[in-house]
């Protein structure tokens, strides 16, 4: 027991986290009748909150998301399932990715051709696939909460000094008050979080399930400690400027699902000029003030550059994911439309089209073979020559598919 309160008393030394000459008994609640300071107490809410939350997901899905989805012709039904070959399925089990040697092992093991193990592979892979309704509702629901949250943080800051002058951020820290609605705005986002957490593990799997996860956990790590360190202003600004591009996301991805490719197309452009004016524009704004402004106003302190520098790793990840969707626009005017689902990171959307390429060009190889007899030479000559058009054709569009699809599950990483 010692030892963990010298640990926690290490961890939490005034000298990492609070400015020169002050205590946590200096911004302890109820410490000035003039201020009311943030309460570390209050970091509980957001747990039980997030369950309110996912209750009031699931009855907006369950009762108003999904039926609009219905009543605009979204695919609801699964794929039929792949028959019971237990060989098969503790090899899918073990990858689900279909590899040559393992087609010929396979094949060997439960006496079937190696095209029929491709067609049971494919099923298999669509069997776990969520339908496209799922992936919509999913998709609406953050939608809306990121529509919400943007218009309550902007009427929350709108009578606050410091969404019109960032400077305002620093004066009088660390004895700043805590309005009614900063609580609730802190609150709500924390549990929305928590939620996203907890039903990551039940929603569409993604490619980046893990970085996902991490993500969430290291935002509610610091939003905490910026709570906790009486960092409120600052983190509020930050906040609402990363809300506001994340609305197009999302609404690109579920009219593109509805099958309404050029609105699709239309808000992707928007959410593309919101990105670089928020994320490019805005936030640099933000990270302008914390490293020219603040050290001019406050005394520094550890936990100062400790956020500090956070602050400037997800710039230079702007950055980064900024050359990633102007990479996808240039590659989507230059061929004309938007090519495949480019805003979903969903893992199975991203190896299917290289997979069915694979398949295709393993197909066609051993269709050729069979049909290299002489007394066929001159009527195969034709026929091998369209099919392989055809399959290097298939072959350069999935590639295409691919590669667009795989920077836009970088995009779509991007904006959360």
Request: charged share 20%; glycine share 4%.
């Given at each position: 027991m010692d030892l963990i309160n010298k640990f926690s008393n290490a961890f939490w030394s005034t000298q990492i986290w609070l400015p020169p000459n002050t205590t946590w008994?200096?911004?302890?609640?109820?410490?000035?009748?003039?201020?009311?300071?943030?309460?570390?107490?209050?970091?509980?809410?957001?747990?039980?909150?997030?369950?309110?939350?996912?209750?009031?997901?699931?009855?907006?899905?369950?009762?108003?998301?999904?039926?609009?989805?219905?009543?605009?012709?979204?695919?609801?039904?699964?794929?039929?399932?792949?028959?019971?070959?237990?060989?098969?399925?503790?090899?899918y089990a073990k990858s689900t990715r279909l590899d040559k040697k393992s087609l010929g092992t396979l094949s060997k093991q439960?006496?079937?051709?190696?095209?029929?193990?491709?067609?049971?592979?494919?099923?298999?892979?669509?069997?776990?696939?969520p339908s496209t309704l799922v992936k919509f509702c999913e998709n609406t629901w953050r939608c809306i909460y990121y529509l919400y949250s943007f218009i309550f943080g902007v009427i929350v800051l709108w009578d606050k000094p410091w969404f019109w002058d960032v400077k305002s951020c620093w004066y009088g820290y660390p004895h700043q008050s805590i309005s009614n609605d900063i609580w609730w705005y802190y609150m709500i986002s924390m549990s929305f979080y928590w939620s996203l957490t907890g039903t990551q593990f039940f929603d569409v799997k993604r490619k980046d399930f893990w970085q996902m996860f991490i993500h969430h956990m290291v935002t509610l790590l610091l939003m905490s400690l910026s709570w906790v360190c009486n960092l409120h202003r600052v983190g509020s600004l930050v906040l609402v400027v990363h809300?506001?591009?994340?609305?197009?996301?999302?609404?690109?991805?579920?009219?593109?699902?509805?099958?309404?490719?050029?609105?699709?197309?239309?808000?992707?452009?928007?959410?593309?000029?919101?990105?670089?004016?928020?994320?490019?524009?805005?936030?640099?704004?933000?990270?302008?003030?914390?490293s020219v402004e603040a050290p001019r106003i406050l005394p520094m302190f550890p936990a100062y550059y400790i956020f500090n520098s956070l602050l400037l790793m997800l710039l230079v990840l702007h950055v980064i994911w900024t050359y990633m969707i102007l990479k996808i626009v240039v590659d989507s005017l230059q061929k004309g439309l938007m090519s495949g689902d480019i805003r979903s990171s969903d893992s199975e959307d991203l190896t299917d089209s290289s997979e069915n390429a694979r398949l295709a060009n393993g197909?066609?190889?051993?269709?050729?073979?069979?049909?290299?007899?002489?007394?066929?030479?001159?009527?195969?000559?034709?026929?091998?020559?369209?099919?392989?058009?055809?399959?290097?054709?298939?072959?350069?569009?999935?590639?295409?598919?691919?590669?667009?699809?795989?920077?836009?599950?970088?995009?779509?990483?991007a904006a959360k």
């Amino acid at each position: 027991m010692d030892l963990i309160n010298k640990f926690s008393n290490a961890f939490w030394s005034t000298q990492i986290w609070l400015p020169p000459n002050t205590t946590w008994a200096d911004i302890a609640p109820g410490s000035r009748p003039d201020v009311v300071h943030a309460n570390y107490k209050d970091l509980i809410w957001p747990i039980p909150f997030a369950a309110v939350v996912m209750l009031v997901r699931y009855t907006l899905e369950r009762f108003w998301i999904s039926p609009v989805g219905k009543s605009l012709g979204i695919r609801s039904s699964r794929p039929k399932k792949a028959a019971n070959v237990p060989i098969l399925e503790k090899a899918y089990a073990k990858s689900t990715r279909l590899d040559k040697k393992s087609l010929g092992t396979l094949s060997k093991q439960t006496d079937m051709s190696e095209r029929q193990i491709e067609r049971w592979w494919r099923l298999r892979r669509a069997q776990d696939k969520p339908s496209t309704l799922v992936k919509f509702c999913e998709n609406t629901w953050r939608c809306i909460y990121y529509l919400y949250s943007f218009i309550f943080g902007v009427i929350v800051l709108w009578d606050k000094p410091w969404f019109w002058d960032v400077k305002s951020c620093w004066y009088g820290y660390p004895h700043q008050s805590i309005s009614n609605d900063i609580w609730w705005y802190y609150m709500i986002s924390m549990s929305f979080y928590w939620s996203l957490t907890g039903t990551q593990f039940f929603d569409v799997k993604r490619k980046d399930f893990w970085q996902m996860f991490i993500h969430h956990m290291v935002t509610l790590l610091l939003m905490s400690l910026s709570w906790v360190c009486n960092l409120h202003r600052v983190g509020s600004l930050v906040l609402v400027v990363h809300d506001c591009a994340d609305i197009f996301l999302e609404a690109a991805k579920l009219t593109k699902y509805a099958n309404y490719q050029k609105l699709c197309d239309a808000i992707f452009a928007i959410f593309t000029v919101v990105w670089i004016v928020t994320r490019l524009g805005f936030y640099p704004r933000i990270i302008y003030s914390s490293s020219v402004e603040a050290p001019r106003i406050l005394p520094m302190f550890p936990a100062y550059y400790i956020f500090n520098s956070l602050l400037l790793m997800l710039l230079v990840l702007h950055v980064i994911w900024t050359y990633m969707i102007l990479k996808i626009v240039v590659d989507s005017l230059q061929k004309g439309l938007m090519s495949g689902d480019i805003r979903s990171s969903d893992s199975e959307d991203l190896t299917d089209s290289s997979e069915n390429a694979r398949l295709a060009n393993g197909s066609a190889r051993s269709k050729n073979k069979s049909n290299s007899g002489a007394s066929l030479a001159a009527g195969s000559a034709g026929e091998a020559g369209a099919g392989a058009g055809a399959v290097t054709q298939r072959k350069t569009n999935n590639a295409n598919n691919h590669t667009t699809e795989a920077a836009g599950g970088a995009a779509t990483t991007a904006a959360k």
